[in-house]
């Protein structure tokens, strides 16, 4: 059974030269010339320390397109006119698989004919060269992003090519993105990448590691997505991380997305070691669009108005292009610049909401009974209590593909839009939290003149690309207050 435990240095090592040498640009990773080459990027391109020292929310896009050159040129484009703080390079779906041949075999053909035959960055294809042509070329820090549950060799070529940002988990890149991957494996998998960015770290070049939290991105309920969150950042945390930036995706009421950005960063404080320096990330609307572009501004706007009274460290933003997949470079940079407008308009303005101290108190108490069951399933070792309370469904994903998940629970929206919890399966829940939410959930029923049922996620489900945010049958039934 796997452990919390720290990989030793000649075990960390031997896995390294083993994953390195079967793919042709591992071979020229070389740790120590690595760490000479992070020592020589200007203050600027340091993506923790850029992070840790902002005095309001950075914005950062997704982006990436196989050909080194036209990666250069989108990621000028987004810091220029895009005005983005912080950089991403999203790998493709190939490389996500560990199929380096097949992501190769696109990268030739998106340069013999000039199209984008990949939908990312095939970044271990490019090898070092290519990952630090990039870092030299763009004046801003970057960050990996990618979705993959093997990143070992991803990390491996990426950190020493000059990327100090690297985004996912154990589970958060396992459970909402995989089926055939067990959690045991991708917990081992991870922790070779977070003890390779412990040890650039223990030499002077802080990795930055970014659990991703939006989990399945639908209807996520806040204490499920910030429990994840703190299990792998203590994961992370055992094998030497030090900069941890929990992530948490928006469901749409600005009291409840506020209240859990704030308990997600005290909730890190609180159960992190005092050496780790914990920020956060705010994850604009990942659910369906809106296909008219207006309406999918107004999703953005609400997103920037939650991140300015919220105030994460940063925040991931999206494009008015969103319901048609790939936005242009032009309508990401556009959605940078609706998410920086809102936010700086809203800064200059003291803000209060009521509800948000009382949901945060009950988004905290749901995350310690979620915490203090994987503690117990695991008899104090976070890696074999996270695995044991997804079995035994204590702790739960909604709409989750992967089989080592029950996704036994299922949320909708109350009267008020807040993600409740409808069928919470074996959930590590006390009696008192379900009846909060039973309570929440029949008073909707009651206005909508209908009973509680499947049928009413289904409609929360498709509401917000509808241009609602609760799924009212047929579009009405305004709240009775």
């Known amino acids: 059974m796997i452990r919390d435990e720290r990989i030793p240095s000649e075990q960390l090592q031997r896995i390294d030269e083993e994953l390195r040498a079967?793919?042709?640009?591992?071979?020229?990773?070389d740790f120590e010339e690595a760490i000479r080459y992070h020592e020589s990027l200007p203050a600027h391109k340091r993506f923790a320390d850029v992070l840790e020292t902002a005095d309001q929310p950075l914005l950062q896009p997704r982006a990436g397109v196989p050909r080194l050159e036209d990666q250069i040129e989108l990621l000028r484009y987004l810091h220029g006119e895009g005005e983005a703080d912080l950089l991403?390079?999203?790998?493709?779906?190939?490389?996500?698989?560990?199929?380096?041949?097949?992501?190769?075999?696109?990268?030739?053909?998106?340069?013999?004919?000039?199209?984008?035959?990949?939908?990312?960055?095939p970044a271990v294809n490019h090898g070092i060269d290519g990952c630090r042509a990039l870092i030299d070329s763009v004046d801003a820090p970057i960050e990996v992003r990618h979705g993959t549950p093997d990143a070992r060799l991803l990390a491996a070529i990426t950190f020493a090519g000059?990327?100090?940002?690297?985004?996912?988990?154990?589970?958060?890149?396992?459970?909402?993105?995989?089926?055939r991957h067990d959690l045991a494996t991708t917990i081992e998998h991870w922790q070779f990448v977070d003890r390779l960015a412990g040890a650039y770290t223990e030499r002077g070049v802080r990795i930055n590691r970014e659990p991703f939290g939006p989990l399945t991105g639908t209807l996520v309920p806040p204490s499920i997505a910030i429990t994840v969150m703190v299990l792998e950042g203590l994961l992370a945390a055992t094998q030497g991380v030090r900069s941890l930036t929990l992530g948490y995706g928006?469901?749409?009421?600005?009291?409840?997305?506020?209240?859990?950005?704030?308990?997600?960063?005290?909730?890190?404080?609180?159960?992190?070691?005092?050496e780790v320096c914990v920020t956060t990330v705010f994850h604009e609307w990942m659910g369906g669009f809106p296909p008219d572009e207006a309406r999918a501004n107004g999703v953005i706007s609400l997103g920037g108005m939650t991140a300015a009274i919220a105030r994460p460290d940063k925040v991931i933003t999206k494009s008015p292009q969103e319901f048609q997949g790939v936005p242009?470079?032009?309508?990401?940079?556009?959605?940078?610049?609706?998410?920086?407008?809102?936010?700086?308009?809203?800064?200059?303005?003291?803000?209060?909401?009521?509800?948000?101290?009382?949901?945060?108190?009950?988004?905290?108490?749901?995350?310690h009974a979620l915490m203090e069951s994987v503690f117990d399933h695991g008899d104090g070792d976070v890696a074999r209590g996270t695995i044991q309370a997804f079995d035994a469904g204590a702790l739960d994903v909604p709409f989750a593909p992967s089989d080592s998940a029950r996704g036994a629970v299922l949320p909708a929206r109350d009267d008020d839009g807040r993600v409740r919890i409808l069928e919470f399966g074996d959930l590590a829940m006390d009696d008192d939290i379900r009846?909060?939410?039973?309570?929440?959930?029949?008073?909707?029923?009651?206005?909508?003149?209908?009973?509680?049922?499947?049928?009413?996620?289904?409609?929360?489900?498709?509401?917000?690309?509808?241009?609602?945010?609760?799924?009212?049958?047929?579009?009405?039934?305004?709240?009775?207050?």
Request: zero cysteines.
């Open 22 to 29: 079967g793919w042709p640009t591992g071979q020229a990773v």
């Open 88 to 121: 991403p390079t999203t790998i493709d779906s190939y490389t996500r698989d560990n199929e380096y041949a097949k992501a190769q075999e696109g990268l030739e053909n998106a340069r013999e004919s000039g199209t984008d035959t990949l939908n990312g960055f």
């Open 162 to 179: 000059g990327f100090q940002s690297f985004e996912g988990g154990p589970i958060s890149y396992n459970i909402p993105y995989t089926k």
């Open 250 to 274: 928006q469901v749409g009421n600005v009291v409840q997305d506020v209240a859990a950005l704030r308990a997600l960063r005290s909730l890190g404080e609180e159960y992190l070691p005092d």
């Open 328 to 367: 242009t470079k032009e309508a990401n940079a556009a959605g940078l610049r609706t998410t920086r407008q809102i936010i700086d308009m809203a800064l200059e303005q003291q803000i209060d909401i009521d509800g948000i101290e009382d949901e945060q108190a009950l988004i905290e108490r749901e995350t």
């Open 435 to 481: 009846e909060v939410h039973a309570a929440r959930l029949a008073r909707r029923a009651e206005t909508e003149g209908r009973k509680q049922s499947f049928r009413m996620v289904a409609d929360d489900v498709d509401a917000i690309s509808d241009g609602r945010l609760i799924g009212r049958p047929n579009g009405g039934g305004n709240r009775a207050d």
